[in-house]
C-alpha cells in the first residue's frame, strides 16, 4: 500500500486480556515507531525500530508491554494483561533514510480497555 | 514542566480568517520543527517541516521559528472549513535519530 497502514482500526478488550496490534510501514521505510495518544496527552512515545532492532525502547510504560518487528518491515505492538489505563490511540509511524524526524503516520489502532 | 506547550483550543474562527497556532519548548537543543495535521480518527500528516529560525511559506501555510524566544507559530491564510482539525507542532534536536517531541494539539474550527 501506499500509506502505513495498522489493523485492527478499533479493539475492545476486557482487562487482562493480551491484545496484538500490527503495523505495515510504507514500502522502504528502515525506521518504525509507535506512539500512545490519550486525550489531552499528545503523542507519547513508546519505541523505535531501526530494521528489526529496537535501539530506543525508553518509552514502553512497563513490561507488559513489547514490540517486534520483523523482516524490516511489519511490526507488532503486544500488550499483555490489558489494563484501562492502556485504552489510548496507538500510532505506527515510519521514515526512510536519514531524515528520521520526517514521519509518516498511519491511522491508528483505537483500543478500548473494559 | 512539559518540554512543549501547546494551548489545546478548541480555537474556532469564520471562513476567510487568518489563524495563528503556537507552541512554546524549553530545550534549547531543539533545531527542527514540524507542524502535522490530524483529522479526526485519522492519523497525523506533516504539514510544515522547518530547520533553525526563520519563516517558511508553503500555499497558505506560513511557519514561523523564533529560537530566541523558543516560540514557533502556523499562520493559516483565507482559512477554510477543510481546514478543520487538531494541528501538533512537533521538535527534535537532530535529522537523524533524535527523539521527536509532540505537543497535545490545538483544535481549530473553521466555521463556514
Known amino acids: 500500500g501506499a500509506g502505513v497502514s495498522q489493523s485492527p482500526s478499533n479493539k475492545v478488550t476486557e482487562k487482562g486480556k493480551d491484545v496484538e496490534l500490527r503495523c505495515d510501514p510504507i514500502?522502504?521505510?528502515?525506521?518504525l515507531y509507535w506512539y500512545r495518544q490519550s486525550l489531552g496527552q499528545g503523542l507519547e512515545f513508546l519505541i523505535y525500530?531501526?530494521?528489526?532492532?529496537?535501539?530506543?525502547k525508553s518509552g514502553l510504560p512497563s513490561d507488559r508491554f513489547s514490540a517486534e518487528r520483523t523482516g524490516g518491515s511489519v511490526s507488532t505492538l503486544t500488550i499483555q494483561r490489558t489494563q484501562q489505563e492502556d485504552s489510548a490511540v496507538y500510532l505506527c509511524?515510519?521514515?526512510?533514510?536519514?531524515?528520521?524526524?520526517?514521519?509518516?503516520f498511519g491511522a491508528g489502532t483505537r483500543l478500548s480497555v473494559l | 514542566q512539559k518540554e512543549v506547550e501547546q494551548d489545546p483550543g478548541p480555537l474556532s474562527v469564520p471562513e476567510g480568517a487568518i489563524v495563528s497556532l503556537n507552541c512554546t519548548y524549553s530545550?534549547?537543543?531543539?533545531?527542527?520543527f514540524m507542524w502535522y495535521r490530524q483529522y479526526s480518527r485519522k492519523g497525523p500528516e506533516l504539514l510544515m517541516y522547518t530547520y533553525s529560525s526563520g519563516n517558511k511559506e508553503d500555499g497558505r501555510f506560513t511557519a514561523q521559528v523564533d529560537k530566541s524566544s523558543k516560540y514557533i507559530s502556523l499562520f493559516i491564510r483565507d482559512s477554510q472549513p477543510s481546514d478543520s482539525a487538531t494541528y501538533l507542532c512537533?521538535?527534535?534536536?537532530?535529522?537523524?535519530?533524535?527523539?521527536?517531541?509532540f505537543g497535545t494539539g490545538t483544535k481549530l474550527q473553521v466555521i463556514p
Open positions: 509511524a515510519s521514515s526512510f533514510g536519514d531524515r528520521k524526524n520526517i514521519q509518516y
Open positions: 525500530f531501526q530494521g528489526n532492532s529496537a535501539p530506543d
Open positions: 514500502s522502504g521505510h528502515t525506521a
Open positions: 512537533a521538535m527534535s534536536a537532530g535529522g537523524g535519530y533524535q527523539k521527536v517531541t
Open positions: 530545550n534549547s537543543a531543539f533545531q527542527y
